[in-house]
Structures are given as structure tokens and as C-alpha cells.
């Protein structure tokens, strides 16, 4: 094990693969080359039933989880010398193996389903709504067993916001999300390249907000049909069977373009967390909850030396080394508190804390409430 852990930083600029050159855009180009095939062909179900697997996106979730192995393996040889570091990755690759690929697997067997009935109980806990917008359909919950019934809406409304709240983002983002997870490992080669600019900070908050406020609207919708006399007025334009429905829509705008297609298959070229940073609405969700939580990164003041590891190394392209040099510790709705910035900091100058005394220290320090 490299006992410095620093080593990534050594080596980042000067492999071509990680630095947009030609091996770089190949590696991209394979990448969307399969996305492209497993969401729009379907070349990988016969495959998949030769494994033994019950279809192609069970496939899809063991290769899932061999390129989380793969990564992790990279990552842990590079920065497994810190606790968090390995706790979270353990943590991801936990997630991804038992309750993204075995669970849903083997839960309709043991339940004695029927095979029409399969999907009612291939229920992958760590999908929370609105991540997993369909789960939350009125029809769905009626359709699947009360007790799963009752875990997406305790999941979504009691859960993940107190969790959120206590512990920030983090717990979610950077421990459980499957999406989170395949960044923190098989992407991490790439972290350095999430753009930094004020441009693509704006758009950031535009285009997390927009998807947010769309996936909650529309869940809102279903459930007036549900509950109020609209004669389902807004289930045939949301959760219809038609290409037009928001169904189909979401599913191909934002599953299948934004989280599959832009999400990974640019890994190579604009880092590991396009997908999370601009377009996740639980990520949204999440960064709103821990604004108001006690979730920060605390600066030790006047310890920076202005080297920018810090910055270089945000997945989310904060500019972690302003907060550093102007001695602001701070709480940006954007971090996953992947630890990242802290781990390659050479003074120690940044630590991930849970405290919930923010806003105190801000007006103690007369500091500006910094914006999202
Ligand atoms: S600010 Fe630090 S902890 Fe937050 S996402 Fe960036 S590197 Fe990770
Ligand atoms: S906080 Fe640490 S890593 Fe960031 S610029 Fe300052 S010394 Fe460098």
C-alpha cells in the first residue's frame, strides 16, 4: 500500500487517460458506445440468460459491480491509508453487491412469486425516491407488498432527510447511491476534471433545481389524481404508457441521456460527477437538507498554503481553496463530502465535521451565510 498517499497527485496530469488525450476519448467513446446499447438495443439479454440471469439489467448490475471492484481497487492502492477512505468504500461495494444485485435477485424466489409478479419484489432499497421517481407512483405503491410499500415512503420522507440533516449529503452521496458509488471508484481516475468555472456552477444550480422541482411536481400530481376526484387527469400525461407520458419522457431524458449516456460515458472527458452535480434530484433534495443541517468543512485558520490540491481534487468543482485561504469553514449544498479535499490537503487544514454551531461561527466571524 502506498503508505503517502499522495501518489495520485504525483501521476494525475501526466497519463494521458486521465488527461483528455486520445485514450481518454476512446475510453469515453466505449462508454457510450455501451450505454447506447444497453438502454436503445438489446444485445445484452441473451447473454444475460446465458448467465443465468433474469434479464439484461441484471447483466448490467454485475458489470456494475465488477467496474466498482475494479475502481475500488485503484482508489484504495492511491488513498486507502485514511479510515474514512476505506469505510466508504467498503460501504459502496457492500451496497452495490447485496442490495443492488443480490437482494433484487433473489427476494421474488424467496417469496414464492409468481413470474409475472417478479418485479413487484426486485426492490432495490437504496434507490430512494426521487431517485427513483417511479417508485413513489401511486399505482406502484398499491401494486408492490405493503412492507416494501411502506419502506419507499418511510426511505424518502423520514430517512434520508433526518440522516440528511445530521450527517449532510455524505451519507447518501458518497456511502450508498449506487451512482455515487460507481463514481467514487470506477471514476475516480477522472475526479480532477469536473469543471471549476462560475459558468458551470450557475448552470449547476439551474439544471439540479429544474429536475428537482420536476420530479417532486409530478409525484404531486399522481397523488391529487389518486386522492382527489380528477378522474386521473394527470396520470396519462405522468405516468401513462404512451412515448409522450412523463414516464417514458423521464426515463429516456433522465435515466437513460443524463444518467447513463452524459453521466458515465463522459467520465473521461468532465469527471465522474456530471450526472450527481447537475442533474440529480435527490442530490438536490439532499444539498437543500444539509444547507439547513450541521453537516460542514471547517478551515483551520491561516494554515492554507494556497497549493490547490484541494480545488484540484473536488469531484464537484468547488473551489475549496477560496474557502481555505479566507480562513470560511462552509457548507455548499453541491458536496458530497466525499473527504477528498481534506485527505490530499498537506497541512491539514480542512476537516469534515457535523456540528451545528455554522451559522454561529459565521457571525462571530462576521462571514456571509455563503450560497448554495
Ligand atoms: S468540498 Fe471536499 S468533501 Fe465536498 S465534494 Fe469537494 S472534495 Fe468532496
Ligand atoms: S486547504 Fe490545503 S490543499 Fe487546499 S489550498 Fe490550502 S493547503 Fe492546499
Redesign the pocket.
Known sequence: MDLQGQNGLMTTFREGWRSRKASAWLIALALLAFYTDLYFFDHLTEPAKALGLRSKWFLYSALYSVAMIGGAVYYLRRHGNARYNRYRIATNLGVQLVLAFLLPFVMPLLAGAPEDDYWKYEYFAASIWPLDHYKLHPSILRAVPLVLALTTVALAFLVAPLLGFFFGK?WYC?WVCGCGGLANTFGDPW?HLTATSTASWKFEKVAVHSVMFLAIVSTLLLFVDAFADTGETFHAVIAGGEWWSMKSLYGYVVGALLAGLVGVGFYPLFGP?VWCRNFCPMAALLGLTQKLGRFR?RVKPDMCISCGN?TT??????D?RSYAQSNES?T?A?????????HVCPRGV?K?ENAPTLQEDKARQRLPVVNL
Do not use: D, K, Q, T
Not at 334 to 342: E, I, N, S, Y
Open positions: 455524505r458518497s475526479r460527477r468543512i484541494c481534487y473536488c469531484e464537484m468543482g468547488i475549496v462552509f455548499r453541491a458536496c458530497v463530502g466525499c473527504g477528498m479535499c481534506a480542512l469534515l
